[in-house]
């Protein structure tokens, strides 16, 4: 089979990827020539374990190809996914869809033969029905179908969440789309992965459902933790104890800074601008958008209370940037709004993440970036895990209470044990756990 991929970004690539491996000849097509001569250099425009070893292979067994051109990509095409992004639109928060309606009269011009054409942006429901129109519209004489197949893949473990989804999720509103889409996933279709037909619009809410429903229960453990504070409790211990319940389920109860990334934020908003678009205002989802955008901003308090108030001149070592360990990816990191509120008190921000330092230089004001973790802490009045790296966890901590002109701590992620720390002699503060002070 023959696939074209419109877009190498994060999904248009792990996408492309995955589905060569999976023995098609997938040409990936990019507008920006800097972008594809990368890649044809074997260099990643993002980090994704994994995901170059898995491009080289592909590419030196020529089932994997990049290229700038999309009309021949396209006419040659079996199907053809559209990857691109789908921003929030500043000012509204409803999903920018210029690159995917500008996808669609590309593809239109070029396409050639029975098609199908695949949404893989998130995008909005109904869009499946507006990229379908653009296309009959530019071209009348045009074969094609055009189906939802939305993402569920976490950045930082892509490759196996393609490889081994809990499920597929295909909105078909052409009979002729199944059997396509079938073969483009016959390799997990034969190992019993599940494929989920439904009508296309389904499918595009199924997407915003689920992210917005993950968020939902993030934001939930989150206002638990800041219950626990207050009344002792330990907010680990509640996530265990619910999450036990079948019904309930264990995953995404790790309390911390609010949720960031490329996909929460901007879905659960344009989620909730559909819902007040089509006059259902979805009041829990926006709740969520609400308090987790609060819950930035009154991580930063936190960090200034544990200072009693004034961290003024005061040096503040940050241990990861990026808004979730294993990628470099800065987009709506809960670091953002926490530099720049220590930042507009006086504080002094050092800096150090293993992966994100690059692209938090893009985005973050007066930050001293330090190339070790030991090196940050090094003579700080404070260690602030905003991310939960690994190698945080193994730092070795009477080293790091050595180094730091106070032995205090404040673990956004929850990454050590109060007990423990407070046998170490730190002034410890973590999220919905009790506070200690060896000191005290
Ligand atoms: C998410 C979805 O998981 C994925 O299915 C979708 O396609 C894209 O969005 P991603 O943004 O890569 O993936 O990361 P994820 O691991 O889901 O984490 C999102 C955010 O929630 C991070 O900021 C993370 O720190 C936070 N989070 C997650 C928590 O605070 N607690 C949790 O229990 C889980």
Not at 84 to 106: I, K, Q, W
Not at 114 to 120: A, C, L, P, R
Not at 270 to 289: K, Y
Not at 345 to 372: C, F, N, T
Request: net charge neutral; charged share 25%; proline share 5%.
């Amino acid at each position: 089979m023959r696939i074209a991929i419109i877009g190498t970004g994060y999904v248009g690539l792990v996408t492309g990827a995955c589905l060569a491996d999976f023995g098609h000849v997938v040409t990936c097509v990019d507008k920006d020539p800097v972008k594809i001569e990368a890649l044809l250099a074997g260099r990643m425009p993002i980090y994704e374990p994994g995901l170059e070893d898995l491009v080289a292979r592909n590419v030196r067994e020529a089932r994997l190809s990049f290229t700038a051109e999309l009309a021949p990509a396209v006419r040659e095409a079996d199907a053809v996914f559209v990857a691109v992004g789908t921003p929030s639109r500043r000012g509204d928060g409803h999903a920018d869809l210029s690159y995917v309606y500008g996808a669609a009269r590309e593809i239109a011009v070029a396409v050639a033969g029975f098609t199908v054409v695949v949404t893989k942006s998130t995008v909005p429901v109904g869009t499946g029905d507006e990229v379908e129109r653009i296309i009959r519209e530019t071209r009348p004489d045009a074969d094609i179908a055009v189906v939802s197949n939305p993402e569920f893949l976490r950045e930082g473990a892509a490759i196996e969440d393609f490889k081994r989804p809990d499920r597929i999720v295909i909105g078909i509103e052409d009979e002729r789309a199944r059997a396509v889409m079938a073969e483009v996933y016959r390799p997990l279709y034969l190992n019993q992965g599940p494929l989920l037909f439904t009508q296309r619009r389904t499918s595009e809410l199924i997407k915003y459902a689920a992210n917005a429903f993950l968020a939902t229960k993030i934001t939930f453990i989150n206002e638990m933790a800041d219950l626990c504070e207050k009344v002792g409790a330990n907010v680990q211990d509640v996530a265990h104890g619910i999450g036990l319940d079948k019904r309930i389920g264990s995953k995404f109860l790790h309390a911390g800074p609010g949720f960031g990334g490329s996909c929460f934020p901007k879905d659960t908003l344009a989620l909730m601008r559909t819902g007040q678009g089509h006059g259902v205002p979805l009041r829990l989802v926006e709740a969520v958008v609400g308090v987790n955008d609060a819950r930035k901003t009154a991580m930063a308090r936190k960090i200034v209370s544990a200072f009693d108030g004034d961290v003024s001149g005061r040096t503040i070592a940050l241990l990861g940037l990026t808004f979730k360990p294993n990628t470099d990816d800065m987009r709506e990191s809960p670091s953002i709004p926490i530099v720049y509120a220590l930042l507009d008190k006086g504080a002094r921000i050092r800096a150090y993440d293993p992966q994100g330092m690059d692209e938090a230089r893009k985005v973050l004001g007066e930050v001293d970036y330090r190339s070790s973790a030991y090196d940050c802490i090094d003579g700080a009045d404070a260690a602030v895990i905003v991310t939960e790296w690994d190698e945080f966890r193994a730092l070795d901590l009477d080293r790091v209470k050595r180094l730091l002109a106070e032995p205090r701590i404040i673990d956004l992620r929850n990454i050590y044990r109060p007990e423990e720390m407070a046998r170490r002699g730190f002034r410890y503060e973590s999220v919905g756990r009790r506070a200690v002070n060896a000191g005290a």
